[in-house]
C-alpha cells in the first residue's frame, strides 16, 4: 500500500475516536477540497467537518502533535487559494452555521453562517452587519472575518474588524481562548488565561519595539488588508487581540465563534448610474462621490458593461453603446425624498455642472436598485461563458492606492497592460481607491508562469511606487502571499515573529502571508481541461472502460470537455438567497459534495487525470452523483451556464452500464410499465394506493414511500381514447396543427389533463394529432443513469415526432420534463438530425398558446372566474427559457385572482421525491412551498408539473390544478374542472 494512503488510513482512524464531525480521506471526497475559486489546486490529506468548538480543539491538538498542516475553509469562493493545502481540512460551512444569540446591537455566531443568511435573520430585529463580501449570498462570516476585507460598502460600515466585540478562537495546540480587546498592566497582560498572557505580553512588547518599522511600512491607502494589522491594535491600556486575528488568514487561530456588532438597517436607499466616456473620468468622479456621504460607489469599465449588454437585454437598454466606464453610486438616509434630492444632486454636479460624466440614471425602487446591482456583482462571473482558452483570471485581482491617487494609477494600470499586450477588464471600489484587474489569459500561460509572472512583477511594482497595496480586500492566499515581502520590507520579519507566537510549528495554513517565495506563486495550478488519453495503452490500462462509456452514454469528449471547462468553481452554486431555484438539494444539505461545483470538479479531475477513469463507477462518486436531482437550474442560474445535469447524467450512465440498476431505481425508471400493469387491474391499484398496509408492502418492495401522495390510475389510457376519437389519424391540412406528446401522466393518471389539452387547443382553431405508439419521455430513466432504457425511449418518440414535424405539425406537450426532455436530453442521447428536428419544433403548450396570443390568435372568450390561485412555477418549465406562460394566460379570464409564490422549488424532481429515501429530504426542499400552500388563503393552486401538484397535495387538502385545465373551464369546454376547485384531497391520493 503506497505510504501516502497509509498516512490518510491513519488520520481517519485517529481522527474519528476524537471527533463527533465527518472526517473522509478517500480519493473522491479529497478531490472536492482540492480546489477553490482560485487556479489553484491542491489536495489535502483529509477533510475533517467539525460540528463543535471541541471537534475543532481535538484536530488541532492532533495535527499539532503529528506536525500535520491545517487549512480552514469557509464556502470555498475565495479567488487567491487561501483555504488550500496539503494538510487537514477544517470545512466549517457545513454544520458551525448556528446564529447563538441575537440582541438589539449584538450577535454570536458561528463561522458557517453565510452572510446572506445572518443577515436575513437580523432584518427582522431592523438591523443588519454592515461590511459586504459582495458574494453576500455564498460568503460565510468565518472567512469574511478571516480575510477582513473592504467590501463594496466600506464607504459606510468600513471593514469587518472594526465591528468585532469578542472572538472565541482555537490556538494551534488545541487550547481554547476568548480574546477580544485585552487590558495590560504596566505592559504586562492582566488575563487569566496562562497562554493568553503570555501571548499579549509578547506582543505587546514586539509591536512597541518594532513601532517605526511598522509606521514606515504601513501603505499609504484608505483600505489594506495584507498582512497582519499591527498598526492600531495597541495603545497606552488595551491590545486588540480580535482585530489581528481579523485578517490574519487562519494563520494565527481558527475563529470558531464572533460577537458582533450590528448596525441599524438604512430606513431608504437609493443609487445613481454614471456614465463616463473615459475611465479617468470615472475614477475623477469617484473623488467627488465621497462629499456626497455615499455608502458605495463601485466602478466598472468598457469590457464589464460590453459584457452585460450582450447578457442581458434591461443592460443593454440602460447603457448606451459608447459609455467607456461607470460608477454605481449608493446613497442611504432615513428619508426617502431627502435621498432622492441628495441623488439629484449627485447626478446634477457630475453630469450637467462638471461635465464628467455624459449620462445618468437614478432608482429607489428596491427592484430597480436590484437591478442596477446586478450589472455590478453579477456580471463578473458571466465572463467564463465565453468560447475558447483565454479567460479572466484572477492573478493581480485586488490592489488599491490612496483615493486621490487612483485617476493617475490607472494610467499606469493601462501602461502596464499594453506593455505586455493583454487586455483585462478593470473594475473596482473606485472612492477607496481599490481595483480589481482581470487579465485575459490562457490557463496554460500561467503553467508556463513567464507572461503572468512578468506582469505581476511590473504591476506590483507601480503599487509599491504610488504607496499602494496590493490586498485591499481578498485573502493574500497562494496569489498574493509571496509578494508580501516585497511590499512591506523589514515588516515582514515582523509578521514571521508575530506566527511564531502564536504558532511556533507553523501548521495553522502554512504559505500564507508569511513564508512563500515568489516562484512557488505559479506551482499547484488547476491543471486546465484536456481529454483523457485515449491511447491502446491507456485504453489497456483502463480496462476498456472508456469504449464502454462511448458506446453507452454517446459520450462525445470534446462537449464534456467544454461544459467542464465553463465551470469556473465560482462557488455561486452554493447560494442559499430566498427566491432562488440554483441546487434546491444543497439549500436543505449545504455540504460541498450537494453544490454542482462539486460535480463539475470530479469530471474535471477524470478528464484531467487526477482521478481515475474508473472512479465513475464506484460507489463514492454514485453517491455524489445522485446529489444531483436533474432540475436543469444549473443552466439557467450558474452564472457561466454550466450543464451540471449533462456531466451527472454522463457520470451515472457510467455506473449503470458497470453495475446495472438497482431495484428501485429501476421501478423509477419504467413507471410506464407499473403504471400500464395498474390500469389493467385499476379498481384494485387505486384501492392499494389508498391503504396504508398495502402502501408499506409497496415501500418495502418498490421503494416508493409509504406517506407519498399518489395519482389514481385510469383504466383507460388517454392514447387508447384518442384512437376511439379519431385523433390518431394525421390530417393534411394546412391549418395550424399540433402532434401532441401526451407522457406518463397524462395518458395513465390524468387523461382530463390531455382531455383539456386537446379541448382548448381546438377551441383555438389548431386541428390536433395524438400519435400512437409514443412512450413516456423517459426523464425518470435519464436521471437513474438508465440510458439504454431513455435511449429506446427517445427512438421510438423521435422516430414518430419527426415523421408528424415533416408532415407540418408542432410538437406540443402538457409536462414540462417532456418539453426539456424533445428539446435538450433526445439530441444529446441520439445526435442525429431527427432528434434536432424534434427539439427545434417542440414546445410545452402553454408557451405555444401564449405564442399564439402575442400575435392575435388566442381566442379570449374567457367565461368570468371568480376563485382566488397561488401559482408555483416548476423548475424544469423555467428550464425552458420561456417565461411564465401558464401564469401570463390565466391573467386573460376575468375575475381570476392570481398570486405567484416564490418559494423555490417543489422537491419532487420527478421520481426523486417518490423513492422512500428520498421523501425525507423531498420535503425539506419544499418547506416553504409547503407551508404556502396550507396558510395562504387560495381556493386552490395551479402549477403544470405534474410531480409537482403532488408535492404541493402533500400534507394539504387543497387541490392543485394544471393551467390548461382551468383555461378550458374558462372556455366552457369542460364544466367537470369546476368541482376540483372545492374538491378536497385525500391522506394517500391526489386529487
Not at 504558532?503 to 506551482?523: A, C, F, Q, T, Y
Not at 403544470?944 to 392543485?960: I, V, Y
Request: glycine share 8%.
Amino acid at each position: 500500500m503506497p505510504q501516502l494512503d497509509q498516512q490518510r488510513e491513519r488520520i481517519q482512524a485517529d481522527l474519528r475516536g476524537r471527533v463527533t464531525g465527518d472526517v473522509r480521506c478517500d480519493d473522491i471526497f479529497l478531490q472536492l477540497y482540492a480546489g477553490d475559486a482560485s487556479i489553484y489546486q491542491v489536495r489535502p490529506l483529509g477533510v475533517v467537518r467539525p460540528r463543535t468548538v471541541t471537534d475543532v480543539s481535538a484536530c488541532l491538538e492532533y495535527a499539532s502533535a503529528k506536525g500535520i498542516p491545517v487549512h480552514v475553509r469557509g464556502s470555498g469562493t475565495g479567488t487567491s487559494g487561501g483555504a488550500l493545502g496539503g494538510g487537514l481540512v477544517l470545512d466549517c460551512s457545513r454544520y458551525l452555521r448556528r446564529i447563538v444569540f441575537v440582541d438589539d446591537r449584538m450577535v454570536r455566531v458561528q463561522p458557517g453562517i453565510v452572510h446572506e443568511r445572518l443577515n436575513d435573520h437580523l432584518q427582522r430585529f431592523g438591523r443588519t452587519f454592515g461590511p459586504d463580501p459582495g458574494v453576500t449570498e455564498t460568503t460565510t462570516v468565518g472567512s469574511l472575518l478571516a480575510v477582513d476585507g473592504a467590501g463594496s460598502r466600506w464607504l459606510r460600515y468600513g471593514s469587518p474588524s472594526r465591528h468585532i466585540l469578542g472572538l472565541q478562537v482555537v490556538l494551534a495546540d488545541g487550547q481554547i481562548l476568548e480574546v477580544g480587546r485585552e487590558p495590560l498592566d504596566d505592559g504586562k497582560a492582566s488575563g487569566a488565561h496562562p497562554r493568553k498572557r503570555q501571548i499579549v505580553q509578547m506582543l505587546s512588547r514586539l509591536i512597541r519595539a518594532k513601532e517605526d518599522v511598522i509606521r514606515r511600512n504601513r501603505p499609504k491607502t484608505a483600505v489594506n488588508r495584507a498582512g497582519y494589522r499591527l498598526w492600531d491594535v495597541l495603545d497606552d491600556e488595551t491590545l486588540n487581540l480580535s482585530a489581528l486575528i481579523a485578517g490574519s488568514e487562519g494563520t494565527l487561530a481558527v475563529i470558531t465563534e464572533a460577537r458582533l456588532a450590528t448596525q441599524a438597517l438604512p430606513a431608504f436607499r437609493g443609487v445613481a448610474l454614471l456614465m463616463f466616456s473615459s475611465l479617468d473620468s470615472a475614477a475623477k468622479a469617484a473623488l467627488l462621490v465621497r462629499d456626497y456621504d455615499a455608502s458605495a460607489c463601485e466602478l466598472m469599465d468598457r469590457r464589464h458593461l460590453s459584457l452585460a449588454r450582450e447578457i442581458d437585454d434591461r443592460f443593454e437598454a440602460l447603457i448606451p453603446e459608447n459609455t467607456e466606464a461607470a460608477l454605481l453610486v449608493e446613497l442611504d438616509g432615513d428619508d426617502r425624498h431627502e435621498v432622492g434630492e441628495r441623488l439629484r444632486s449627485l447626478t446634477d454636479d457630475l453630469w450637467d455642472q462638471r461635465r464628467l460624466a455624459f449620462g445618468a440614471r437614478r432608482a429607489v425602487d428596491r427592484d430597480e436598485m436590484e437591478t442596477y446591482w446586478a450589472l455590478a456583482r453579477k456580471v463578473r462571473p458571466t465572463w467564463y461563458r465565453m468560447k475558447g482558452a483565454v479567460r479572466p483570471l484572477p492573478v493581480i485581482d485586488d490592489v488599491a492606492v490612496a483615493p486621490e491617487a487612483l485617476p493617475e494609477f490607472l494610467v499606469r494600470v493601462q501602461n502596464v497592460l499594453k506593455r505586455h499586450e493583454i487586455t483585462a477588464s478593470i473594475v473596482g471600489h473606485a472612492a477607496q481607491g481599490q481595483l480589481i484587474i482581470r487579465p485575459f489569459l490562457d490557463q496554460t500561460q500561467c503553467t508556463q508562469s513567464g507572461i503572468v509572472g512578468r506582469l505581476a512583477d511590473a504591476l506590483y511594482q507601480e503599487v509599491a511606487d504610488a504607496g499602494g497595496t496590493i490586498g485591499a480586500e481578498r485573502a493574500s492566499g497562494l496569489s498574493r502571499s509571496a509578494y508580501l515581502r516585497g511590499q512591506y520590507g523589514q515588516l515582514d520579519d515582523v509578521f514571521r515573529q508575530v506566527k511564531g507566537l502564536f504558532d511556533p510549528e507553523g501548521i495553522l495554513n502554512p504559505g500564507k502571508v508569511v513564508g512563500s517565495r515568489p516562484e512557488e506563486v505559479w506551482h499547484n495550478l488547476r491543471p486546465a481541461v484536456s481529454v483523457v488519453d485515449n491511447s491502446e495503452d491507456s485504453d489497456e490500462e483502463q480496462g476498456g472502460l472508456r469504449d464502454l462509456l462511448e458506446l453507452q452514454l454517446n459520450w462525445d469528449p470534446a462537449q464534456v470537455t467544454d461544459a467542464v471547462a465553463l465551470c469556473n468553481t465560482c462557488g455561486d452554486c452554493r447560494s442559499q438567497a430566498p427566491g432562488g431555484r440554483m441546487c434546491p438539494l444543497f439549500r436543505v444539505n449545504p455540504s460541498e459534495e450537494a453544490s454542482p461545483r462539486a460535480k463539475a470538479n470530479l469530471i474535471h479531475a477524470v478528464l484531467t487525470g487526477g482521478l481515475a477513469l474508473e472512479s465513475l463507477t464506484g460507489d463514492e462518486f454514485k453517491s455524489i452523483a445522485d446529489l444531483c436531482i436533474h432540475c436543469h437550474m444549473c443552466p439557467s442560474e450558474c452564472p457561466a451556464g454550466v450543464d451540471i445535469p449533462q456531466l451527472m447524467v454522463a457520470g451515472k450512465g457510467a455506473y449503470v452500464a458497470a453495475h446495472g440498476l438497482k431495484l428501485r431505481d429501476w421501478v423509477a425508471a419504467r413507471l410506464d410499465l407499473a403504471s400500464s400493469l395498474a390500469s389493467k387491474v385499476s379498481p384494485l391499484a387505486n384501492w392499494a394506493i389508498a391503504n396504508r398496509r398495502c402502501r408499506w408492502v409497496i415501500e418495502k418492495c418498490l421503494g416508493i414511500a409509504q406517506g407519498r401522495k399518489l395519482p389514481r390510475v385510469t383504466s383507460r389510457n388517454f392514447l387508447h381514447r384518442a384512437a376511439r376519437r379519431h385523433l390518431a389519424r394525421p390530417t393534411r391540412t394546412n391549418e395550424r396543427k399540433v402532434a401532441y406528446f401526451v407522457d406518463l401522466y397524462a395518458n395513465y393518471h390524468d387523461p382530463q389533463l390531455a382531455e383539456a389539452t386537446v379541448a382548448v387547443l381546438k377551441h383555438n382553431g389548431v386541428s390536433v394529432y395524438v400519435p400512437q405508439g409514443q412512450k413516456q419521455a423517459g426523464m425518470a430513466a435519464i436521471t437513474e443513469g438508465a440510458l439504454d432504457i431513455a435511449r429506446r425511449f427517445a427512438r421510438k418518440n423521435v422516430a414518430i415526432l419527426a415523421e408528424a414535424v415533416r408532415q407540418g405539425y408542432h410538437v406540443i406537450a402538457s409536462e414540462p420534463a417532456a418539453a426539456v426532455c424533445l428539446q435538450r436530453e433526445y439530441p444529446q442521447l441520439l445526435d442525429d438530425e431527427d432528434a434536432g428536428l424534434v427539439a427545434r419544433n417542440a414546445s410545452e403548450v402553454c408557451s405555444y398558446l401564449w405564442k399564439m396570443h402575442t400575435v392575435g390568435k388566442l381566442q379570449l372568450d374567457f367565461r368570468p372566474l371568480n376563485v382566488s390561485l397561488g401559482y408555483h412555477m416548476p423548475c424544469r418549465l423555467k428550464a425552458l427559457n420561456v417565461g411564465s406562460p401558464g401564469e401570463n394566460l390565466l391573467r386573460l379570464i376575468p375575475g381570476l385572482s392570481l398570486q405567484r409564490c416564490e418559494e423555490g422549488c417543489s422537491g419532487m424532481a420527478g421520481t426523486f421525491g417518490l423513492k422512500s429515501v428520498n421523501y425525507r429530504a423531498s420535503l425539506r426542499i419544499a418547506r416553504g412551498l409547503l407551508h404556502r400552500v396550507r396558510e395562504a388563503d387560495f381556493q386552490a393552486w395551479t402549477t403544470e408539473c405534474s410531480a409537482c401538484k403532488m408535492q404541493m397535495e402533500q400534507g394539504t387538502t387543497k387541490p392543485t390544478i394544471h393551467p390548461i385545465k382551468l383555461l378550458a373551464f374558462a372556455y366552457g369546454l369542460m364544466p367537470g374542472v369546476g368541482e376540483l376547485l372545492t374538491r378536497r384531497g385525500k391522506d394517500l391520493v391526489v386529487t
